[in-house]
């Protein structure tokens, strides 16, 4: 149902707004531009690009935070353009909504969440953006530069995906298969986790941004973020040397404190909520 439910929902604005990934980039091993195969191979982005950024939300500041790495990219790709104040605005949302989100020691009283309205349509708006800006017959960026700023979602959800298929279950099956799941449960504090992550979005973003800039191949650009992706699935197999590495980090406790053992409100992400 909920597929199905986002399928309508992304063909309504590729349908009516025209917005399509008509060209994927300069590949000498499929064409570069997609054709008849263009609106459904959108649809199938947008909705992956979702459905990644709503998977990852189980964490207070992680798929808001990923967003605000993603939104204030495409805004320094969309800069002087009539869309960059479109970006702006929306990362101001998020900034807003971080402000009380990050588990942060100002805000320990007061915590607001996503929720799955929240996080698919920020992963709605940063795949629209995305398009926007790596379409048409003057692109901002390489379509391939895009997958840079949604790496750590995407392989996320990819990761998960394929741990389950292999593990004779359906790939819908709720578990806790998740990168920060693992990082938990094997034992890194929540907030831990969190750097962890959004420093693995710093880094692949700033991989994109400097790619993009320096002009390498998509080819090339794609090839390495693939095999990035398969390191963040081995990572993602054995956890041990990243957890005891972020374990000897020095905690910033001056700026993030955790909550008391009374107020602590532990959140779900949205495919772990108990069916019913």
């Known amino acids: 149902m909920r597929l199905a439910c986002q399928t309508a929902v992304v063909t309504l604005v590729v349908v009516m707004d025209h917005t399509v990934v008509w060209a994927v980039g300069e590949f000498s091993l499929f064409p570069q531009v997609l054709g008849m195969w263009a609106m459904p191979f959108t649809i199938l982005f947008v909705i992956t690009i ?105 392989f996320d959800l990819f990761s998960s ?30 907030r831990r986790t969190l750097a962890v992550l959004l420093f693995m979005g710093v880094v692949f973003g700033g991989i994109g941004v400097a790619g993009e800039n320096l002009g390498v191949s998509d080819g090339a650009s794609l090839l390495f973020w693939i095999s990035c992706g398969v390191l963040f699935y081995q990572v993602m197999r054995r956890p041990e040397w990243l957890i005891r590495c972020a374990s000897r980090l020095q905690s910033p406790a001056w700026l993030i404190a955790p909550l008391d053992a009374t107020k602590r409100t532990q959140v779900l992400g949205a495919d772990e909520l108990p069916s019913g």
């Open 161 to 190: 995906i394929l741990r389950r298929v292999l593990a004779g279950k359906s790939p819908f099956e709720a578990d806790h298969s998740h990168m920060h799941h693992v990082l938990v449960d094997g034992g890194l504090s929540r």
């Open 50 to 154: 979702v459905n990644a950024f709503n998977l990852i939300d189980g964490i207070d500041g992680l798929a808001g935070g990923l967003a605000l790495l993603a939104l204030g990219a495409l805004a320094f790709f969309a800069r002087q353009t009539q869309l960059c104040e479109v970006i702006l605005l929306y990362l101001g949302g998020v900034t807003g909504f971080l402000l009380f989100n990050l588990p942060l020691t100002l805000n320990r009283r007061v915590r607001i969440f996503l929720g799955d309205a929240g996080s698919t349509s920020i992963g709605l708006a940063i795949a629209i953006f995305g398009i926007l800006l790596s379409q048409g017959e003057t692109p901002r960026i390489a379509p391939v530069t895009g997958l840079w700023l949604v790496a750590v979602p995407v």
